[in-house]
């Protein structure tokens, strides 16, 4: 099975005018040959490919969609500032109003300072620690995604040493590996950043160990490093705070995106009054930064993270579909392992070192009308339903027991066979 | 005279959740008392400080605003697409169309990617043609502005040596100086980056001396490195192709942004067929780099570059400002200086290195509802009329009456001594 002729189509003619045919996390290059590269319209929970096929979207845009695509409160909100003024000389009063409801919202934050992408942010925290403490080295876990900035690019091409230099490697929830990078930095240490959770691509997610956050708490409190939590994925699918307010530690410095304005271009970088100083040193700007309308949606967003139960009932639909995917795959004699948490789930196989169930599996759902992600985590929204869920593990229980009769589930896998070197 | 009561207000605000309470590009710290920081609308050529004093704007949101704010028939074009799907899990076909048309536009280019800031797309320059050559060493000419990423910045906070390695600067315009950047860089060199013209901030403009261009060109052919022109501020007011066609030399990257879609947020890195494979070998993406809209509005915005008379309309308007402010400047005795593209004006006065004339004839000109920058390249949009710019040389004639009078006009400039150093 392979993708609808459309996007087929659409492929042929984007391989003549974009390199690769496309590019970026966006990219289906390691996915199965029948996901589609290029989609129509999206609504609620829904996403229509380039052939008009509709699909229960386990991805929201690889995090965006929070509330639901298309939402009518969110976007009026948008479309009422557009109309009014958007990319304007200067910032309007929504950017002070976002901030600080922004810092209202987030426990550690006094300030905050906004920006486009997530790497955005997390590069403004790298400077704003290096600016703060005058050092320059950084402790980050081994495989970590903190953005496609060449410091943070674990590909080489067009990297230089350069870009990469001050780094010190450690193991996610490892203590004493996080020990051993902050002696090994010595008095040079700037700041460790931290993912929220352990969220790599490819392998289980994890859960932040209390002590390991706490660890990272106690070395920068004891070194004047700053602690970085780049919250850019999994923010507001934890908490109504910073992911790690849920094991009681304050990072100096979060970094957000994606979701806080449901899909509108916005990411953000808060910080305690510690590093306020530094902040204000830093220079940081970008052509459509201080857009009003994403201003606008966002506030429209975090009014309803406030105000609503939205996480909550997330968190119902994720602890049903994953106690439902562990009882069906039990169910048909297959092994699976469900990480992270249940907003932000990932289905991996036993015994799939290449994901060729994986690939199976997720083939089967995506003709079924169920898009996931066979190697990334994926996310719930706020717009799906018990009937969703309930949809999905019935599509999941026809794809278990098909993946069983799928002559790709015991082929090696050409698209992931780097995963078994 | 300062900025309004309701400005002062947001100020205060701002001050406790924001950084300096601003920051960036579009911060006022380094204009004239008078110039309000916040704003509340835009249509046209005029903008509305947060008190609802109307202004003509001379700024152009820092370039974006190309056709006018809220220009009706683009941001229709953005909102029917947002309504069908914007940030979603993955590119609508427009990415391919826009790819498309804008390879068609542009001379040198084969192919585009698309991102979000100029600074992505000046940084995936870098990366592209360190990938394409396999060499480190950049030649970038000294004080030009190619984004606010470490590598390009002229602060030092947040900065390390490392994010500036393998850079070597010449004098914009000085083809023996950019001959022995390249003899430094020897057999190292991946590219000349080039600002389609001199647009520094605090000097004059100069426009590209062909003998200068020529001679990247052939250094490149030569070295086997890329030429890439940084047009993310120049692009589409100097010509409807790369601005280095009015010059007659094709590069091999060229990077664009702000008003392609008219101020929705959108940049590119366009390049030819040699630099492709590396352009599909680095890693580059971004959260919200495939949102539809922008896409949307970029296709009616060149669609209106493409059809309209906007360029020639822009550089008429320019022509006509540029002229009636060297007579007016004239018949008062005051001497200024006007540099760059007539669509992109700068007006620096003679004797006036801490530019105390500048900033009294600027706040004059504000307080009669036009508002200029006393030290950045201003911007033309086609929203403008024959009739503001008679508007804008009627208050020009009158404040350059005023500054004759103005105590500012005597006074060391504090906000800009460090000029004086």
């Known amino acids: ?44 929970a829904r996403l229509w490919d380039a052939d008009g096929r509709p699909l229960l979207d ?90 496609a900035n060449p410091w943070c690019q674990t590909r080489t091409a067009g990297v230089t040493p350069g870009d990469k ?22 008095d040079d240490l700037a700041a460790i950043f931290a993912a929220p959770l352990k969220h790599d691509a490819f392998v289980d997610q994890a859960l932040p160990d209390p002590a390991y956050a706490q660890k990272a708490r106690d070395i920068c409190d004891r070194t004047g490093a700053l602690l970085v939590v780049d919250d850019v994925r999994a923010g507001l699918r934890v908490a109504r705070d910073c992911s790690w307010a849920t094991v009681g530690v304050s990072p100096d410095l979060s970094s957000w995106g994606k979701c806080f304005a449901n899909g509108h271009p916005i990411s953000a970088l808060l910080g305690s009054d510690k590093a306020r100083k530094a902040a204000s040193a830093i220079y940081a700007t970008g052509s459509f930064w201080f857009q009003a309308a994403p201003m606008a949606a966002a506030l429209a967003t975090l009014n309803r993270v406030e105000t609503s139960t939205y996480l909550e009932d997330m968190m119902s639909l994720g602890e049903h579909l994953r106690s439902g995917l562990a009882e069906r795959a039990e169910a048909h004699g297959l092994g699976i392992r469900q990480s992270g948490p249940v907003t932000m789930p990932l289905v991996l196989f036993e015994d799939d070192p290449d994901l060729r169930l994986g690939f199976a599996w997720c083939s089967q759902m995506l003709s079924r009308g169920i898009y996931l992600h066979p190697w990334h985590n994926m996310f719930l929204c706020a717009a799906m339903t018990e009937t969703d869920i309930s949809s999905a593990l019935d599509a999941a229980d026809q794809s278990f027991r098909a993946v069983k009769q799928d002559p790709r589930s015991t082929e090696v896998n050409s698209k992931l066979s780097f995963l078994l070197a």
Chains 1, 2 share one sequence.
């Open 1 to 44: 099975m392979s993708a609808g002729a459309l996007d087929r189509q659409w492929r042929e003619r984007a391989d003549a005018v974009i390199p690769g045919g496309m590019y970026g996390h966006q990219s289906t290059r390691l996915l199965p040959d029948s996901y589609p590269q290029f989609f129509s319209r999206a609504k609620g």
């Open 58 to 147: 386990f991805m929201c845009a690889y995090g965006p969609n929070l509330m639901g695509y298309g939402d009518e409160e969110i976007d009026s909100a948008f479309v009422d500032q557009l109309r009014r003024g958007d990319t304007l000389t200067g910032p309007t009063p929504l950017m002070v109003e976002l901030a600080e409801r922004f810092v209202r919202l987030v426990g550690h934050a006094d300030w905050a300072m906004f920006c486009k992408n997530g790497g955005d942010a997390t590069q403004m925290a790298l400077m704003v620690a290096r600016a703060h403490t005058r050092r320059k080295t950084i402790i980050i876990a081994r495989g970590a995604y903190h953005g």
């Open 165 to 186: 230099a001050y780094q010190i490697l450690c193991d996610y929830n490892d203590v004493s590996s996080l020990e051993a990078a902050a002696e090994q930095a010595g």
